[in-house]
């Protein structure tokens, strides 16, 4: 764990000596607070990080009462905050990625007393000599559970969950975006113009814009969408969790009923388009929609469709109980990685061949033919994406995201 102090006048890893050496200031015009870690590096498991506080009043007194102490991960072993005595307090950091699988990358520690706020910058993760991937910690600004995320044609990642939520990032870091709605989003496509579209609960229909506010649309509400994909910029198809189609033709909707099971996604290029049941699969082209065989069986919960192929993440209903990636239809389908952790979305690096997944507990990489690898995240989640070679980005967890950059 290292430390970078915001503080005005305090270095990096300022020792509890060196503040319990400071003598009372002059009189100032307003009060004073210091804060300070005792050790440089803390690998989040073994160790604390010990966090010393001096304050003195406007007067150049010694500081009393309370001082106030937020961690966005992990805890501080105290509470939330910390008595001063002769003008100094101390309180134990502890964040145990192995309770919390967010506790890695730089933590802000934050202090206020008097109207002083003060900060500090944590890194948890392991000690100096271990490689380390690049992983961040950002908060979202929503308490929301995020389920889904795409990247718009200018680059801007989306994510939409529960409650309506919708945020974006830019270079400030996520944004909320008021979405009009309370229901509950599950799926997003990427539209002509840095534009996008979510579905969710209630066949609610979000039309996402960054020049203008959110547009929703109710459907007939007869059930919940669970997909959605865009095959121009003025058509949406979606598919519901009673084995409907819907398709946006930029005034209304128009249902079909495809099967009788639920349907789990769609995906397409062009005008072919791709959807997966429970188990089943179902394609669409000029023609209309057909019924296709599934590659083995499983219960499917992504699907991918690119310019090689169609690519589903499912788990397989067997004694193995493994996720797979399956890719097809032709020549023929076949697995290309597996694993047993739990996976929730897959993506593909842009202008590469490498691909990626996230899982429950961790994100996962591979490349060419090469085994799926973990990447010893922080945190796993639901939904994954890549803004550009090198950048992954994946939400879920409430409260917060991971970012991997090059």
Request: proline residues 6%; aromatic residues 8%.
């Amino acid at each position: 764990m290292s430390v970078t102090n915001d503080a005005a006048g305090l270095g990096v890893g300022l020792l509890a000596v060196a503040l319990a050496a400071c003598g009372p200031l002059e009189p100032a015009s307003s009060p004073v607070l210091q804060m300070g870690s005792d050790q440089s590096s803390i690998d989040g498991r073994s160790q604390r990080a010990i966090i010393r506080f001096r304050a003195f009043d406007a007067k150049g007194a010694n500081g009393s009462g309370r001082v106030a102490l937020t961690a966005p991960i992990g805890a501080f072993v105290e509470g939330d905050s910390v008595e001063l005595s002769d003008g100094l307090a101390t309180a134990a950091y502890r964040c145990d990625p192995t309770e919390l699988p967010a506790c890695a990358g730089d933590v802000r520690l934050s202090a206020s007393w008097n109207g002083v706020q003060r900060s500090i910058l944590v890194k948890v993760g392991p000690l100096p000599g271990a490689q380390v991937q690049r992983f961040r910690v950002e908060p979202t600004f929503t308490l929301s559970a995020l389920n889904a995320l795409a990247v718009s044609t200018d680059g801007t990642a989306w994510a939409v969950g529960e409650e309506g939520a919708v945020v974006r990032y830019g270079s400030a870091g996520w944004q909320v975006v008021p979405s009009g709605t309370s229901q509950a989003l599950v799926a997003l496509t990427p539209l002509p113009g840095a534009k996008l579209a979510a579905v969710g609960a209630r066949t609610t229909l979000v039309l996402l814009d960054p020049s203008r506010p959110p547009v929703v649309v109710q459907g007939d509400a007869q059930d919940d969408f669970t997909g959605v994909y865009a095959v121009s910029a003025t058509q949406l198809v979606a598919v519901t969790s009673t084995g409907r189609t819907a398709t946006w033709d930029g005034t209304g909707f128009s249902y079909h009923q495809l099967t009788e099971e639920p349907l789990g996604g769609i995906s397409g290029r062009g005008a072919e388009l791709w959807a997966f049941g429970r188990t089943g699969l179902f394609h669409a082209d000029v023609t209309g929609w057909h019924p296709e065989s599934a590659p083995l069986f499983a219960s499917w919960r992504r699907i991918t469709v690119t310019q090689d192929g169609v690519w589903l993440v499912g788990q397989r209903e067997d004694t193995s109980g493994e996720y797979i990636v399956v890719r097809g239809p032709t020549p023929d389908w076949r697995s290309v990685g597996a694993t047993r952790l739990v996976m929730n979305d897959f993506t593909f690096t842009p202008d590469s061949t490498e691909q990626l997944a996230v899982a429950n507990t961790d994100v996962l990489r591979r490349d060419g033919t090469e085994a799926w690898q973990p990447l010893s995240a922080p945190s796993g989640g639901k939904a994954i994406a890549a803004r550009f070679k090198g950048d992954l980005i994946v939400v879920g967890p409430r409260g917060f995201s991971v970012h991997k950059a090059q």
